[in-house]
């Protein structure tokens, strides 16, 4: 069964940093697309960031850009998100999603997701 698998979720004041990552199991992701998303308490699953699959492309939302980092290891098939600078509003489940294809903001278009990793940042 394949499954993805974030870590590096927690607890941070404002104005700290975490580093996300996400490793699947079961198969290779090398040749797909990876997303990262979060979703509030009562909000939609929002887009934060995605990589294409060769890493050379990337995109970020307005609300993170220059704040967060999008990376990815082939060999190491994982994928990373650093966050930096991170405020409240930042608090959400954060979740790693793979897409056969090319990189996109919507979250229908990708085919595989992980369970979700908890992040709150604190005032």
């Known amino acids: 069964q394949v499954q993805l698998v974030e870590s590096g979720g927690g607890s941070v004041q404002a104005g700290g940093s975490l580093r996300l990552s996400c490793a699947p199991s079961g198969r290779t992701f090398a040749r797909y697309a990876m997303g990262w998303f979060r979703q509030a308490p009562g909000k939609e699953r929002e887009f934060v960031a995605g990589?294409?699959?060769?890493?050379?492309?990337?995109e970020y939302a307005d609300s993170v850009k220059g704040r967060f980092t999008i990376s990815r290891d082939n060999l190491l098939n994982t994928v990373y998100l650093q966050m930096n600078s991170l405020n409240p509003e930042d608090t959400a489940v954060y979740y790693c999603?793979?897409?056969?294809?090319?990189?996109?903001?919507?979250?229908?278009?990708?085919?595989?997701w992980g369970q979700g990793t908890q992040v709150t940042v604190s005032s």
């Open positions: 999603a793979a897409r056969n294809g090319a990189a996109s903001i919507a979250a229908a278009e990708y085919d595989y």
């Open positions: 990589i294409s699959w060769r890493g050379s492309s990337t």
